[in-house]
């Protein structure tokens, strides 16, 4: 059975840093792209980062990008998100999505205010 | 970057309704079309991929449809468990952009 399970999230000021986890299980982690999708408070899915199976590949939309880093360890079946720069904006639960988003975990919030 | 667009973004329907919702991408994005649902605190779940294809244990009253700029979710029969908020995504470019949902409602 495939497992993904975040971690990491909290509450944090307007520009603090945070660093998310998903750990992987169930499945061949190494032999598939992995993603961040987030969604706020009441609000839609918004589609964060995407690293490729072997981290060479990464994207980000403008509204994070140079503030968040995605990165994994296949060694440990594991993805991050760094998040620096933090504003209210990024409030949100986080979820890691398996491939084109078939699988995903329980998700993370975030919690960034004053 | 892409840009989808989503109706309508909420409606009221019956169940044994038949109920169709609609995606239109800013440019061409061939099949790369995903559909998902999700229920009210729970995880999205993806019902349809590749525009047309549905997903292994997903109800066969839903479909999906189209290619290049226009797409749509049909529930052929609108069932009690199937209010809830659905979402498309575009995986052909990056970045990946949701459409802003569609709420099903209780008539």
């Known amino acids: 059975e495939v497992q993904l399970v975040e971690s990491g999230g909290g509450l944090v000021k307007p520009g603090g840093s945070l660093r998310l986890s998903c750990a992987a299980s169930?499945?061949?982690?190494?032999?598939?792209?992995m993603n961040w999708v987030r969604q706020a408070p009441g609000k839609g899915l918004e589609w964060v980062s995407y690293i490729s199976k072997s981290g060479s590949s990464i994207y980000y939309p403008d509204s994070v990008k140079g503030r968040f880093t995605i990165s994994r360890d296949n060694t440990k079946n594991s993805l991050f998100l760094q998040m620096n720069s933090l504003r209210d904006e990024d409030t949100a639960v986080y979820y890691c999505g398996r491939g084109d988003l078939l699988d995903w975990g329980q998700g993370t919030l975030v919690t960034v205010s004053s | 970057d892409i840009q989808m667009t989503q109706s309508p973004s909420a409606m009221s329907a019956s169940v044994g309704d038949r109920v169709t919702i609609t995606c239109r991408a800013s440019q061409g994005i061939s099949n790369s079309l995903a559909w998902f649902q999700q229920k009210p605190g729970k995880v999205p779940k993806r019902l349809i991929y590749a525009a047309s294809s549905l997903q292994s244990g997903v109800p066969s009253r839903f479909s999906g449809s189209g290619s290049g700029t226009e797409f749509t979710l049909t529930i052929s029969s609108l069932q009690p468990e199937d209010f809830a908020t659905y979402y498309c995504?575009?995986?052909?470019?990056?970045?990946?952009?949701f459409g802003g949902g569609t709420k099903v409602e209780i008539k």
């Open positions: 169930g499945f061949t982690f190494s032999n598939y792209d």
């Open positions: 995504l575009q995986h052909n470019s990056f970045p990946r952009t």
